[in-house]
């Protein structure tokens, strides 16, 4: 087998591969051979069909299949060979196949890029540290007593926090507007389920008034006829109901899991799930400045067919999202929406797998124990769930990426600068840090942008002036 390479534009690359003529035609003999006793062809006994005749019928279509079948073979075989490492299938293309002449083809596909890890150093990283604390603790709890609130019916005028049960219609220089009318509709005052002039007319009403007010839709409301809109309301208060927050009682306990220990327990069974959201919070946070840095400070060509798979796998899960379990009709979306997203998915994953290979990283069994543990204590099981992961190979290899990209992380962590920022319990969860780095950013590549729209301006200006100059002269 000859092969020789040609590089193309950037990652491609084309193998010319041919093979002896003397191997190609045995095999489409073999092949015949074979068929030979197994057509049926009118005028000759079974097994009796002159093998001229079965090559005469068949022949081109046989070699056409010993052609598509060597072609991979000996694709593989020519990779291994030169030592290439293919990004995706190749597009195989037949240059001389007659009777005769050696067996020739061509394979074009792309490579895999040469990644050379940056020094780790330069990795900057933002680590946000909070403690809970007891008001944090306080409020989590009124969360949770808020969750599982009743309302009850009251006499009274409607508040902020009240729950309304309501019929309303509205009109505009007389007439009836459209989509603006309901009845026993509960929305709960000041909670932004109805537009903000809608809240303010109701509050105040008691059950069994009526009261009529203006209201202009916000500019970005989500039906466009109404956008910007003012009408009148007509709303008649039909119930008023107060939020009851449940006890703190050995019954609301249970609800969380918690038999025994009465408050003191249901505290710091809260305490401790807490920790542990704010502990994965400040984790995840890191891992994705570490994740943006590795993709800002590596350039290098990515393969487009690894992109264009990424691409399929980011819109299969923003589809499954838009289809929410049921039957709807997925819509169109474009690949270009995800290529950017797609692309840097694919050079980090490059890098990631760059310094596993260069530390000769392997999944941590004590780090993946604790994982499935973790997962598991959320389930009534949790033994069960664990022996379930461990009989599932692809279920398992998901935890065991996870896992090692942690310890990459930690890897990557250990080398980075990396600037600790105090923080609270709140602002932690809510990604406070990930959006002032976000807004920074974007900052930057404004001023960016805006000194380059500068420059472009001043150089315009200078040739201007150039031009008026070189005029002046000819005049």
């Known amino acids: 087998m000859n092969v020789s390479i040609e590089t193309m534009t950037g990652l491609e690359r084309r193998l010319t591969i041919a093979l002896p003529s003397e191997d190609f035609e045995t095999q489409i003999t073999e092949r015949l051979e074979d068929a030979r006793d197994k057509v049926r062809i009118p005028g000759y006994r079974p097994g009796k069909v002159p093998l001229k005749e079965v090559r005469r019928r068949y022949g081109q279509a046989v070699r056409a299949e010993v052609a598509g079948e060597l072609m991979q073979s000996s694709f593989f075989t020519a990779v291994q060979q030169e030592e290439l490492n293919p990004a995706g299938q190749p597009n195989l293309e037949v240059v001389k196949m007659g009777p005769g002449i050696d067996f020739e083809f061509t394979a074009t596909f792309e490579v895999y890029p040469s990644v050379d890890v940056c020094d780790l150093a330069r990795v900057s990283v933002k680590q946000p540290q909070a403690e809970i604390t007891d008001e944090d603790l306080d409020n989590m709890v009124t969360r949770l007593r808020e969750q599982r609130q009743t309302f009850e019916p009251v006499e009274r005028a409607a508040a902020d926090g009240d729950k309304v049960k309501a019929d309303f219609s509205a009109t505009k220089d007389g007439e009836p507007v459209e989509g603006t009318a309901g009845e026993d509709v509960e929305f709960t005052v000041g909670q932004g389920q109805m537009i903000e002039d809608f809240d303010t007319g109701v509050r105040g009403a008691g059950p069994g008034e009526t ?240 000194a380059a729209a500068d420059e472009a301006a001043a150089d315009e200006a200078a040739a201007a002036e150039d031009a008026a100059k070189d005029e002046h002269k000819d005049g």
């Open 211 to 450: 009261v009529t007010f203006d209201a202009t839709f916000p500019e970005d409301y989500r039906a466009e006829e109404l956008k910007g809109q003012t009408v009148q309301f007509s709303v008649t208060v039909k119930e008023v109901s107060e939020a009851r927050l449940p006890e703190l009682d050995d019954e609301f306990f249970q609800g969380f899991g918690v038999e025994e220990g009465g408050e003191e327990a249901f505290r710091t069974e809260v305490r401790d799930n807490m920790q542990r959201e704010l502990d994965a919070a400040v984790k995840n946070q890191v891992k994705q400045q570490v994740m943006d840095e590795l993709g800002k400070l590596h350039e290098f060509p990515v393969p487009h067919a690894v992109v264009h798979r990424e691409i399929h796998v980011l819109k299969d899960q923003m589809l499954s999202q838009f289809q929410m379990g049921g039957t709807a009709q997925k819509p169109d979306l474009p690949d270009e929406l995800f290529h950017d997203q797609a692309e840097q998915r694919v050079k980090v994953g490059l890098v990631v797998n760059e310094i596993i290979s260069n530390q000769s990283l392997e999944v941590d069994q004590a780090l993946l124990d604790t994982r499935l543990e973790e997962i598991a204590a959320q389930y009534g099981e949790p033994e069960q769930v664990v022996a379930w992961y461990r009989s599932n190979p692809e279920q398992l290899q998901n935890i065991e990426m996870g896992v090692l990209e942690e310890q990459v992380v930690d890897h990557i962590i250990s080398q980075a600068q990396v600037e600790t920022v105090d923080s609270n319990y709140d602002d932690v969860l809510a990604g406070k840090i990930m959006a002032d780095i976000a807004a920074a950013q974007a900052d930057a590549e404004d001023a960016e942008s805006s």
